[in-house]
């Protein structure tokens, strides 16, 4: 499929997402939130891939909603055509995804980050919500997921002010899972991905699912949950191969069955 506003390509078992408006920082237009959404269609649906990465320029990862498109938008049209809903099918995606974040993550930039499974950020990276700046607030899960990785006072600070959180802060803040220097971040998020990639799929995506699971349930739900898909790993070829190799000492050999 040929696209627009990003660059796709597959580095073993992982399908990689480049995002590509220079021009304007990869500010999430139309056109993008389009490419981005088939583009993870397209990975999620291709049985070689086992993760996927997301990442931009080294200035920005993206600057946020595009507000040259957004700004003679009505609350009509906005309310008819349920404006950024679209993104919701991004939580339809059950393989892992990795943002892997340089320079910029701003506004809509910063929601998309969160809405990856982790964030890898360079020591350049830059996170906000500045919509307050713009006379809106964030749109895309922004009030809502950073409120919930970095805890209420942070979240308003970043909300109320529009300031900026640096890397270092962004990970003290459990933001981002680690900071890598600028020139590694590409090769240390793929390196995460092909580790995530090399275990057994099934046994990934329900890790993934539990985990998020815990944003929607209580504790001793999610605990259930939790325990229930446990007991279900059992059933998996993969838990017999992956534990057979341990006791023989030797690496394991998964057929995500
Ligand atoms: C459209 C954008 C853009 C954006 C940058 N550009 N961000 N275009 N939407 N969000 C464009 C600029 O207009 C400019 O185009 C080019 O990208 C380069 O940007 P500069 O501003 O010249 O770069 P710089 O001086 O380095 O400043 C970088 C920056 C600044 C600090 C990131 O661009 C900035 O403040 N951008 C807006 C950030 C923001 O407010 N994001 C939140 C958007 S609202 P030209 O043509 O002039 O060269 C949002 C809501 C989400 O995300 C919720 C959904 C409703």
Known sequence: ???????????GKVGLITLNRPQALNAINSGLTRDVLA??????????????????SEKAFAAGADIKEM???????????????????????????????????LGGGCELAMACDFIIASDTAKFGQPEITLGVMPGMGGSQRLTRFVGKSKAMDMCLTGRMMDAAEAERSGLVSRVVPAGELL???????????????????????????????????GLRFERRVFHSMFALEDQ???????????KPSFNNR
């Open 187 to 221: 090769e240390e998020a793929l390196k995460a991905a092909d580790k995530i990639a090399s275990f057994s799929l099934p046994a990934v995506m329900m890790n993934k699912e539990a985990v998020n699971r815990s944003y929607e349930v209580s504790l001793s739900e």
């Open 39 to 56: 583009a993870l269609q397209a990975f999620e649906a291709d049985t070689t891939i086992g993760c996927i990465v997301i990442t931009g």
């Open 240 to 250: 017999k191969e992956g534990m057979s190799a341990f006791s023989e000492k030797r």
């Open 71 to 105: 700004q003679s938008r009505s609350f009509v049209q906005s309310y008819l055509d349920d404006f950024f809903a679209e993104w919701d099918a991004m939580l339809r995606v059950r393989k892992p995804i990795i943002a892997a974040v340089s320079g910029y993550a």
């Open 1 to 11: 499929m040929a696209y627009e506003t990003i660059l796709t390509e597959t580095r």
